[in-house]
């Protein structure tokens, strides 16, 4: 890592390596160096952007150790992994920094994505100032500190489960009659439990949480994914190191989560920074993984003002074939023109859209466009786009709301389904689609946003969010006051 000359305080940024947590970082750095600040990207070997597309930054490589059963895990425990992983080189690497006096004129101040929360942890343990940037809502945060409680009242893991397990390992025999046999015997009971009238805390997925109106026990991140015990471990972990930051940063906007940012302050009493929405300072973005796809830009031109609809699940959900069927067939006979992010292997059992069903295509014709990755800060910002089919992660969520963009909601995990519960029934900016994919429910909800009267109303109101959110990083905004009390706060920190 070279020396940056002539720059002010020397940042190491340490992004969690998925896109929707590279950006908001990659923003955020961007944003700090136009404060004069010089940057460093202290990046894992897995998911990095291409450092030549930012000549401003310098980069540290951080060995992982990420094996490539881990790569596939499931996202929790990959960050278990993580965390385990590069704990100790990114202590080595520090100490080298420290060390080497020469290449430093102070030490340096981390800024680390709540999931990398080692980072934090070997900041304090070698006494560097320490920020955590949250790429989440606040309300998602307030609500993790419940979930102890709610383990201790039986409510969690809730177990609506979709998916009950039915045999374990006992039964691991290659003869065939073995293994039905061994099936047989195992099956019984959890099919038994399956079967049986529930109690009342397991069939609570539609009640409201206490003290959290208007989620429900069906919105909360926890609920039916697959690997709770790491998700609670994360948590555990997470909870346990977060005292130790200097400050933290939020992506989020001051009246989007006014009472989430008040309990959350009440109970830490650090200094905080609320950014929000930090792709409204930076640059349209090239910290994508993926190539942007700009031949889109030229056919959202050829389209009438709010008349297409952009579907995008961001960079890790994906669909099976039924899904895509239904999904195909609801756009194609909703007569809307769309624009359909497809990522290659997102759609499970093929590359890429081999599996959308025959004569789509050319039902659709010049209605549809399909990509593999769009420019979406540019996308959601052009006039012709008047709604989002999103997955709502919370990157989608603000970008949507600062273009004044409305939305159909529908998550695929975790904090997702807390997001589209606020912007349909807090933000009332999207309409929450609940049930298993359907063509004619997919038509119907995409005509809903985009030709009722309903959805005139939604876009009209993401309009009036999108002005306040203009003001708020305008001279004198919140975002614009809090930015500034930022950098003056980092020079202030020791050095
Ligand atoms: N994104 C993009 N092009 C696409 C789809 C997504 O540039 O075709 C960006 C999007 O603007 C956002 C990020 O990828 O900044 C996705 O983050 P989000 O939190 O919405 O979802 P995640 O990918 O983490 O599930």
Not at 321 to 329: I, P, R
């Given at each position: 890592?070279?020396?940056?000359?002539?720059?002010?305080?020397?940042?190491?940024?340490?992004?969690?390596p998925?896109?929707?947590?590279?950006?908001?970082?990659?923003?955020?750095?961007?944003?700090?160096?136009?404060?004069?600040?010089?940057?460093?990207?202290?990046?894992?070997?897995?998911?990095?952007?291409?450092?030549?597309?930012?000549?401003?930054?310098?980069?540290?490589?951080?060995?992982?150790?990420?094996?490539?059963?881990?790569?596939?895990?499931?996202f929790?425990?990959?960050?278990?992994?993580?965390?385990?992983?590069?704990?100790?080189?990114?202590?080595?690497?520090?100490?080298?920094?420290?060390?080497?006096?020469?290449?430093?004129?102070?030490?340096?101040?981390?800024?680390?994505?709540?999931?990398m929360?080692?980072?934090?942890?070997?900041?304090?343990?070698?006494?560097?100032?320490?920020?955590?940037?949250?790429?989440?809502?606040?309300?998602?945060?307030?609500?993790?500190?419940?979930?102890?409680?709610?383990?201790?009242?039986?409510?969690?893991?809730?177990?609506?489960?979709?998916?009950?397990?039915?045999?374990?390992?006992?039964?691991?025999?290659?003869?065939?009659?073995?293994?039905?046999?061994?099936?047989?015997?195992?099956?019984?009971?959890?099919?038994?439990?399956?079967?049986?009238?529930?109690?009342?805390?397991?069939?609570?997925?539609?009640?409201?949480?206490?003290?959290?109106?208007?989620?429900?026990?069906?919105?909360?991140?926890?609920?039916?994914?697959?690997?709770?015990?790491?998700?609670?471990?994360?948590?555990?972990?997470?909870?346990?190191?977060?005292?130790?930051?200097?400050?933290?940063?939020?992506?989020?906007?001051?009246?989007?989560?006014?009472?989430?940012?008040?309990?959350?302050?009440?109970?830490?009493?650090?200094?905080?920074?609320?950014?929000?929405?930090?792709?409204?300072?930076a640059?349209?973005?090239?910290?994508?993984?993926?190539?942007?796809?700009?031949?889109?830009?030229?056919?959202?031109?050829?389209?009438?003002?709010?008349?297409?609809?952009?579907?995008?699940?961001?960079?890790?959900?994906?669909?099976?074939?039924?899904?895509?069927?239904?999904?195909?067939?609801?756009?194609?006979?909703?007569?809307?023109?769309?624009?359909?992010?497809?990522?290659?292997?997102?759609?499970?059992?093929?590359?890429?859209?081999?599996?959308?069903?025959?004569?789509?295509?050319?039902?659709?014709?010049?209605?549809?466009?399909?990509?593999?990755?769009a420019?979406?800060?540019?996308?959601?910002?052009?006039?012709?786009?008047?709604?989002?089919?999103?997955?709502?992660?919370?990157?989608?969520?603000?970008?949507?709301i600062?273009?004044?963009?409305p939305?159909?909601?529908?998550?695929?995990?975790?904090?997702?389904r807390?997001?589209?519960?606020?912007?349909?029934?807090?933000?009332?900016?999207?309409?929450?689609?609940?049930?298993?994919?359907?063509?004619?429910?997919v038509?119907?909800?995409?005509?809903?946003?985009?030709?009722?009267?309903?959805?005139?109303?939604?876009?009209?109101r993401?309009?009036?969010?999108?002005?306040?959110?203009?003001l708020?990083?305008?001279?004198?905004?919140?975002?614009?006051?809090?930015?500034?009390?930022?950098?003056?706060?980092?020079?202030?920190?020791?050095?």
């Amino acid at each position: 890592m070279e020396k940056q000359k002539s720059r002010g305080r020397r940042l190491l940024l340490v992004p969690c390596p998925f896109q929707g947590h590279i950006n908001p970082m990659f923003q955020l750095g961007t944003i700090l160096h136009s404060k004069g600040f010089s940057i460093a990207i202290a990046h894992t070997l897995f998911n990095f952007p291409n450092p030549s597309d930012h000549p401003d930054f310098d980069f540290l490589p951080i060995a992982d150790g990420i094996s490539k059963e881990e790569s596939t895990e499931d996202f929790i425990t990959f960050i278990l992994s993580l965390n385990v992983n590069c704990r100790i080189p990114f202590q080595e690497s520090l100490c080298g920094m420290i060390e080497n006096q020469d290449l430093l004129d102070e030490i340096p101040c981390i800024i680390y994505d709540s999931l990398m929360y080692f980072a934090g942890d070997v900041a304090h343990h070698l006494k560097l100032p320490n920020i955590i940037l949250q790429t989440c809502c606040v309300t998602n945060l307030v609500l993790y500190k419940i979930y102890p409680r709610l383990q201790e009242e039986g409510y969690l893991p809730v177990k609506d489960f979709t998916f009950l397990p039915m045999y374990n390992e006992q039964v691991s025999s290659q003869d065939v009659v073995e293994l039905i046999k061994g099936f047989n015997i195992n099956c019984k009971a959890p099919l038994q439990e399956l079967l049986a009238p529930r109690a009342s805390k397991d069939s609570i997925s539609l009640d409201l949480v206490p003290g959290f109106h208007p989620l429900r026990f069906r919105d909360l991140p926890i609920f039916n994914y697959k690997n709770s015990d790491a998700l609670l471990q994360v948590l555990a972990d997470f909870c346990s190191l977060i005292r130790y930051p200097s400050a933290i940063i939020w992506n989020t906007i001051e009246f989007l989560e006014h009472s989430s940012l008040e309990k959350y302050q009440q109970r830490h009493q650090i200094p905080f920074f609320t950014l929000g929405p930090l792709n409204k300072f930076a640059p349209a973005s090239s910290s994508s993984l993926l190539e942007e796809d700009i031949s889109c830009i030229s056919w959202l031109d050829k389209q009438r003002p709010n008349s297409v609809l952009y579907v995008s699940l961001g960079s890790l959900a994906s669909m099976d074939k039924k899904q895509l069927n239904e999904m195909a067939w609801g756009l194609a006979n909703s007569k809307q023109p769309f624009l359909w992010v497809i990522r290659p292997g997102s759609v499970s059992g093929s590359e890429w859209i081999e599996l959308l069903p025959d004569g789509f295509v050319e039902v659709v014709c010049e209605r549809g466009c399909i990509v593999k990755w769009a420019p979406q800060k540019v996308v959601l910002a052009h006039d012709a786009v008047g709604g989002f089919w999103s997955h709502c992660g919370w990157n989608s969520t603000v970008e949507s709301i600062s273009e004044g963009v409305p939305m159909i909601c529908w998550p695929y995990f975790l904090d997702q389904r807390v997001h589209a519960r606020y912007l349909s029934h807090v933000w009332r900016l999207g309409i929450a689609y609940e049930n298993e994919l359907e063509s004619g429910e997919v038509k119907e909800t995409v005509r809903r946003l985009m030709v009722s009267e309903e959805g005139q109303e939604m876009r009209q109101r993401a309009m009036e969010f999108k002005e306040k959110v203009e003001l708020c990083i305008k001279p004198g905004g919140c975002s614009y006051n809090s930015l500034n009390e930022l950098a003056k706060y980092i020079s202030t920190l020791k050095k």
